[in-house]
């Protein structure tokens, strides 16, 4: 038998062309997909339900680096949260651009379940109410998601012919070059976000 | 004279044009935006330097409901960065889809520089050095960006098919409706933020 001169559709394939086309415009309509697919769009409901299913391809993709730790009662509370908080950052940070897709939609992908449940598990065992364990995994979500597009930041966040004050121009004059002045600010905030937490 | 049968081409026309298709197709291009407003592209140049241009027009449009309160040394220096955080966030939380495009861009727009020329100031004065200004200033910029971006979650933010263990669901059924979870959430991170800050 020949190969196929097209490789067979599958789910892969319909998140990567979605995933392109979110990195090239934006966004992704089906109708795109199925025409950098060279398929009609027709035959893309024989692998996915819908748009919603190919966000949810799109936040696998985006969790994809998220390493959520063995469950262990003896381990302190911050340490479990912070070890999640960095390994979600970093995965999300490889695509900026999905991030205000994904928390535009209900989530459902098994990935992020798992990891907002060790969340959940972790803060309750640790003494939080359920409301604010639901308002700690929020604050660990937008500081998350927020310190991810500040990955993708250029380098010198400023442009030169801003007039800025003393105290602003002081401050800017302190800032490693990028990749290290994200990570930097994301560890000092990680601490004060802990710090907050348990005071 | 007659009316013009077109409104004249302007930088605020520009950024209306931007605007629309960025929040239609998650981006934009000189060529859409000519295309848009039926003008060639050559023609946005009497207006604008460039893309970079755009962006700071759309920054301009993100930020226009940021307040900054009049400089007080007498004030404490959490109510200053809480009140910007609020106004910061919920002047974004307009525009979601433009958070990745402004994050990716250096900032050059006299709004933006005079919200963060009032944090560095109010740090400063605090008795914050010039490093743990800028990253306090990183670590407000992320949160708010990324609650802002909470603010155009859905409803129910999570499916219900979705198999959640009971801690995780004891949470989430403390959860208001919409935006009172969001805005609930966002004054609690706020407060666990400057706890952190101050300890």
């Known amino acids: 038998m020949g190969r196929p001169r097209h490789p067979l559709l599958s789910t892969d394939r319909i998140a990567e062309a979605a995933l392109d086309l979110v990195l090239a415009t934006g966004g992704f309509t089906i109708t795109g997909i199925a025409r950098k697919l060279r398929v009609q769009p027709s035959s893309l409901y024989n692998h996915v339900s819908g748009r919603d299913d190919i966000v949810e391809l799109l936040r696998e993709r985006a969790m994809s680096e998220v390493a959520v730790p063995a469950d262990d009662p003896g381990r302190p509370w911050r ?31 098994p990935q992020a379940i798992t990891m907002y449940d060790a969340l959940a598990v972790t803060l309750t065992r640790a003494g939080f109410t359920p409301a604010d364990t639901l308002r700690t995994i929020s604050l660990v979500d937008s500081y998350v998601l927020g310190s991810a597009l500040d990955v993708a930041a250029p380098d010198q966040p400023w442009h030169t012919r801003a007039e800025v004050g003393p105290e602003l121009a002081a401050a800017l004059a302190t800032g490693a070059p990028k990749p290290e002045r994200a990570d930097d600010a994301f560890e000092f905030g990680l ?4 710090r907050g937490l348990s005071s």
């Open 79 to 109: 340490d479990v949260v912070a070890d999640i908080a960095r390994s979600y950052r970093r995965s999300f940070a490889r695509y900026p651009q999905l991030i205000p897709l994904l928390t535009s939609h209900a989530v459902d992908s």
């Open 191 to 194: 601490a004060v976000l802990l």
